[in-house]
């Protein structure tokens, strides 16, 4: 079975400073992974995903994740946190073929301090 | 322009009381999902659709029910509300038949007293 763990559930950043956030997974066959955010009193919003191509995924808002099969690590990067960062970010797995469903961590709230 | 509509987004009901949430979407979507959120568990998988009249459960089933009428119409019902079902419901579609990228819906909160 496939499962995401998302350590910690608050992470404080300076703005400008490099924002990461963690995400290790465990699935028995290729995965495809994801990373969602969601602002205040919002759906989530598809950040970006890796499905098996490139490893060094880039997304939207000057984020990246790089998939690291050996250490099964997608963790979210930023090199410089912005005041509008500030959300709540998950991380997701689902396992290729028809049907796949996904399966979310249990999220990471980061603040951005001005 | 949204491409999923949850109806109602916001509702205050009390124990014992039945709810129905809707989902509606615009993309023709065969596939379709209700999860809840709550604060320290992510999102969790409630039921989901694979087509007009198919259903299946997910991981937290108990308490609530589904229908699937028509394609773009995704019904959860819960036949006697209860307090642990206050919660943030999410309708999502899959957007990515391939690899499971689901779309979402803007939410519904329920709260129960």
């Known amino acids: 079975a496939q499962s995401v763990t998302q350590l910690g559930s608050h992470v404080s950043v300076s703005e400008g400073a490099l924002v990461l956030l963690r995400c290790n997974y465990s699935s028995s066959v290729p995965p495809y992974l994801f990373w969602y955010v969601q602002y205040p009193n919002q759906g989530l919003q598809l950040l970006l995903k890796?499905?098996?191509?490139?490893?060094l995924v880039k997304g939207i808002n000057g984020f990246e994740a790089e998939f690291k099969k050996s250490e099964t690590s997608f963790h979210l990067t930023k090199p410089s946190a912005h005041m509008s960062d500030a959300a709540e970010y998950f991380c997701?797995?689902?396992?290729?073929?028809?049907?796949?469903?996904?399966?979310f961590g249990k999220g990471i709230t980061l603040s951005v301090r001005p | 322009d949204a491409g999923i509509t949850q109806s109602p987004r916001h509702k205050v009901t009390e124990t014992g009381t039945p709810v129905t949430l809707r989902c509606h979407q615009t993309?023709?979507?065969?596939?379709m999902y209700w999860y809840r959120q709550d604060p320290g568990h992510g999102l969790r998988l409630i039921h989901y659709?694979?087509?007009?009249?198919?259903?299946d459960k997910g991981e937290v089933s108990d308490g609530y029910s589904v229908s699937r009428s028509k394609t773009e119409d995704f019904l959860l019902t819960l036949e006697s509300a209860t307090s642990s079902q206050t919660s943030v419901y999410f309708c999502a579609t899959l957007s990515g038949a391939d690899t499971g990228e689901l779309f979402f819906g803007e939410g519904s909160r329920l709260t129960v007293l």
């Open positions: 890796y499905t098996s191509a490139a490893t």
């Open positions: 993309e023709n979507h065969r596939y």
């Open positions: 997701a797995v689902s396992e290729s073929g028809a049907n796949s469903k996904l399966t």
């Open positions: 659709s694979y087509g007009v009249k198919d259903t």
